[in-house]
Every structure is written in C-alpha cells, then in structure tokens.
C-alpha cells in the first residue's frame, strides 16, 4: 500500500474489498439463512489451511468507500450482513456500520477477535487461531465461538471456552453459542471425532460448511 491507501484504510471510510455477494450464510448458528457477504482484504493469521488465501494480498483487493460498499449490499433483498475476510478488525469497521446500519442492515462478524474490536454488532462468531488468539477482552463481544478442528488434539482447547463463556452467563447472563467445524480437508477423518464429543458436551454444537456440501458461495 503507498502512504494515501495507508491514510483511507486508517480512518476506515475506504477498505480493500476481494468481493462483495449474496448468498446462504454456510455455517454456525445463521446457517441456511440468506445474507450479503463483503469479504476484507488483509489478514494478520495467516491460517494454513485457509480457504480464502487470495485475501491476503491487498494489492490485488478493490478499494472501495464504505458508500460504494453500503449501495452495492443495499439491492440484496436480505436485511443480513456478513463482514468477513482475511482478518476484518484490521480496519476501523465504525463508518462501514453506521453506513450499512443506515441502510437497514443487521450486520454480523466474523474475526479471529485477535486485533481491537471496532464497529456495531448484531452478532459476533469469533473463531479462534491458536498461532493469534482472541484477545481476551474481545470475548465478552463473541454471540458465538467456533472453534476449527483440524484433528483429536485440537478438542483440548474446548474447556478453555466452555468455562470462560460459563463465566460470563454467570456474571451478565449472556449465553454465546459454542461451536465445532472440521477443516474441510480432514473434514471425513474429523467429523466423527466431532459428532462423538458434542453427544458427550451438549453445550457443543456441530457446524457444517454447507455452502461448500452445496457448492454454492
């Protein structure tokens, strides 16, 4: 980025932009219902086994201003916005809300919670990436947390999450919903392993990527 792109990301009323659609959220708690997607370039976690990769590079990302980006999702019929990437909280999200928000919008995220929350949300799934974990003040913001299983040993980190959401039930009365994904490509050796433990952690639930069983986006 040259020192002017670095000024309008800065104060977030421009962003880089891979794509803008609509379609079905896939998985987690909303899946199945219709949302506009607007996916954020820039990632600081750099997952391996990352299925958008292509957002990494903002150079090759379309700089929009959140105008531009509140009227192209303003004709998808749904009221659901998904804002997601890359690592969205890279940016300043508080004017793409208030202009998505102004056109009538219910706005979710989606994040790794590892960076300062910024923006206003209707809903929040915080997946977290054990190599850039969540900032721990960011918690208390998840309405969600899914956690990606990529094998067996990954299920000890389920505790952690169990008890510090139990903890804020207790202390706020906030219930945020636990989940558990396969990595798409072990998705055959994991998903076992998964369904055999949410049956045994019932605050556990299993979320499928039904988009990619689907084919859709």
Same mark, same amino acid.
């Given at each position: 980025?040259?020192? =002017?792109?670095?000024?309008?990301?800065l104060?977030?009323?421009?962003?880089?932009?891979?794509?803008?659609?609509?379609?079905?959220?896939?998985?987690? $708690?909303?899946?199945?219902?219709?949302?506009? $997607?607007?996916?954020?370039?820039?990632?600081?976690?750099?997952?391996?086994?990352?299925?958008s990769?292509?957002?990494?590079? %903002?150079? =090759?990302?379309?700089?929009?201003?959140? =105008?531009?980006?509140?009227?192209? /999702?303003?004709?998808?019929?749904?009221e659901? /916005?998904?804002?997601?990437?890359?690592? #969205?909280?890279?940016?300043?999200?508080? #004017?793409?809300?208030k202009?998505?928000?102004?056109?009538?919008?219910?706005?979710?995220?989606?994040?790794?919670?590892?960076? #300062?929350?910024?923006?206003?949300?209707?809903? /929040?799934?915080?997946?977290?990436?054990d190599?850039? *974990? #969540?900032?721990e003040?960011?918690? %208390?913001?998840?309405?969600?947390?899914?956690?990606v299983?990529?094998?067996?040993?990954?299920?000890?980190?389920?505790?952690?999450?169990?008890?510090?959401?139990?903890?804020?039930?207790?202390?706020?009365?906030?219930?945020?919903?636990?989940?558990?994904?396969?990595?798409?490509s /072990?998705?055959?050796?994991?998903?076992?392993? %998964?369904?055999?433990?949410? =049956?045994?952690? *019932?605050?556990?639930?299993?979320?499928?990527?039904t988009?990619?069983?689907?084919?859709?986006?």
């Amino acid at each position: 980025m040259n020192t =002017k792109e670095d000024n309008l990301y800065l104060s977030g009323e421009y962003l880089p932009v891979a794509e803008c659609f609509y379609s079905l959220q896939g998985e987690g $708690f909303h899946t199945g219902i219709a949302a506009g $997607f607007v996916r954020l370039c820039g990632c600081n976690v750099h997952c391996e086994f990352c299925d958008s990769k292509t957002t990494w590079d %903002i150079s =090759k990302c379309r700089t929009m201003s959140v =105008k531009e980006i509140a009227e192209q /999702v303003s004709e998808y019929p749904s009221e659901n /916005v998904v804002i997601t990437g890359g690592e #969205p909280l890279l940016y300043n999200l508080d #004017p793409l809300c208030k202009a998505l928000c102004a056109k009538g919008k219910k706005l979710w995220l989606e994040t790794s919670a590892s960076l #300062p929350m910024s923006g206003k949300w209707d809903w /929040v799934c915080i997946s977290p990436k054990d190599n850039c *974990p #969540p900032l721990e003040e960011n918690l %208390i913001f998840a309405d969600e947390i899914k956690l990606v299983i990529t094998r067996r040993d990954d299920l000890a980190k389920t505790a952690f999450y169990e008890n510090k959401t139990a903890f804020y039930f207790a202390e706020t009365g906030k219930e945020i919903r636990l989940s558990l994904q396969a990595e798409w490509s /072990v998705n055959k050796e994991v998903i076992e392993i %998964i369904i055999d433990f949410v =049956k045994r952690h *019932p605050r556990w639930a299993l979320s499928l990527q039904t988009h990619k069983w689907l084919e859709i986006r």
